[in-house]
């Protein structure tokens, strides 16, 4: 053989293994950004084992290939720049990509968030030219931080319903554990693309239920921080007296890194000027594999009836309770919160829904023609499937509730409901109450509201204004159960802490029957 066959020889070989190494890359991006987490990825950027452009051709590639495919419909518009957005970040030195701690991380945002570049119709068609001047004040932030905005999801038209995730804009979402099943609501397109994988970890908003109802449903952890904790600023409200926004994650560890970025004070949302708010907690440095050893959990029974419970998921409650025993945890049994029932049925409402929305849409940056939202009712502009819940927000709402309504914690219905839940957990020193997050399992779509029943996280926290996570819990029959905690206002570093001790001990995630990673086409790795 001569030089000139062995040099070609050699050339060929090195092209076949730089070949195959790039194949492998390749299929190993799409198996990665499956269930992966955000260290996963950016560790694999940071490695030369991917970059950011292949991490979101990934993931637009699983959405083309699942999401209406499977008729999932989570994802309402795709973001046409985010394949430039990841470019420009493969661009950037890695001194700079290092003060980013959300560096490429392709994120789903509810349709109700502003987004440059997107309408804002939370779930109505009458909004769909609802185009914002400037991103919604979490947006900025998490902008800023490295992350890519990869697509807005769909959601209940006006975050009406925690049942279901109808819409007049984009249609019905399905669970992505069983298609025939509801993810919930509101926040049930963010869950369950998040669930399939189709972005790396999203937001939602919570007024009752609709962060921490579609995560239990789709075996996500999901995190409703304190009010004041998070701005509002640049969201479509139901009732900003209760409002506020939450990541939505496949792990807790993901979770506590969205929080740490979102919260923080904003001048344009007073209820975020406090202490807590100006703080800025790095909620990662709470997660400890034996954060239990060292807790006390009480354990609200008042909240898992057994003549009210499914049976299965009541088992798997209790399961639970045995985790945390032997992840170290004391377990305080049937702890009573004093006049509970009082405050239950009484709940502390006082509707702003018109005067909030209103509000909202006579603002300049929001340039949507429509500036009230009883024309859109009026003009019949909504899903039939809301007409009923359209209604009730509208008959409902105060028309200056600034003059009939206390706000917040300012009602002193809240106020006692906060100081008895409090003076229970002081009581038995309390580091959290658990409970189930659902007391069901997710009904069929057609009975999502003659089946709705068992919606434990519009009980206690909205009202106190403290926060609740829940975390999977396991699984009844295929379906998603979860666990979810209740902490003391502005104490999210001791419930992550909490959670991810639970996390690391049980490993209850597990992903989507029929969602499997995808083998990248050719080409389509670079």
Known sequence: ???????????????????????????????????????????????????????????????????????????????????????????????????????????????????????????????????????????????????????????????????????????????????????????????????????????????????RGPSSFTSLVGMRPSLGLVSRSGIIPLELDRDTAGPMTRSVEDNARILSIISGEDGADSITQNPAARAKVEYIKFLKRDALKSARIGVLRALAPVEDTDPKVLATFNRAIEELKAAGATIVEAVEIPNLKIHLNDGYYCSRFAFDVNTTLAKA???????????????????????????????????????????????????????????????????????????????????????????NSQLISPATGMPAITVPAGFTDGLPVGLQMLGRRFDEGRLYGLAYSYEQHTHWRKPPYGLDPLEAAPGTDK
């Open 365 to 455: 940056h929001s340039p949507s023609k429509v500036k009230d939202v009883e024309s859109v009712y009026q003009a019949g502009l909504y899903a039939p499937q809301n007409e009923y819940d359209f209604k009730r927000f509208l008959k409902n709402s105060k028309s200056d509730p600034g003059t009939t309504c206390p706000y917040m914690l300012d009602h002193p219905g809240r106020a006692a409901f906060l100081k008895d839940v409090e003076a229970a957990m002081d009581g038995a020193e309390l580091d959290a109450l658990i409970y189930p997050t659902w007391r069901f399992p997710p009904p069929a779509q057609e009975n999502a509201t003659s089946q709705y029943k068992g919606d």
């Open 1 to 211: 053989m001569t030089l000139r066959q062995i040099a070609s020889v050699a050339v060929y070989v090195s092209l076949s293994i730089f070949g195959a190494r790039a194949a492998e890359a390749a299929m190993n991006t799409d198996a990665l950004v499956t269930e992966g987490r955000i260290q996963d990825i950016q560790h694999a950027i940071a490695e030369k084992r991917t970059t950011c452009v292949r991490v979101v051709k990934a993931y637009l590639r699983r959405i083309e290939a699942y999401d209406k495919p499977l008729k999932l419909n989570t994802i309402a518009l795709i973001n046409q720049a985010a394949l430039e957005d990841a470019r420009k970040l493969d661009e950037e030195p890695q001194s700079l990509r290092n003060t980013k701690p959300l560096f490429c991380v392709p994120l789903l945002v509810k349709d109700n968030i502003d987004t440059v570049g997107f309408p804002t119709s939370a779930g109505s068609k009458a909004l769909l030219d609802n185009f914002p001047a400037q991103d919604a004040a979490i947006i900025q932030r998490l902008k800023a931080a490295g992350a890519i905005i990869l697509a807005k999801t769909n959601m209940a038209e006006w975050a009406f319903s925690p049942r279901n995730t109808v819409s007049s804009s984009y249609g019905v979402t399905a669970n992505a554990y069983d298609r025939a099943r509801t993810p919930a609501g509101s926040s049930g397109g963010t869950a369950s693309g998040i669930a399939a994988s189709f972005g790396l970890a999203g937001l939602g908003t919570d007024t009752g239920n609709s962060v």
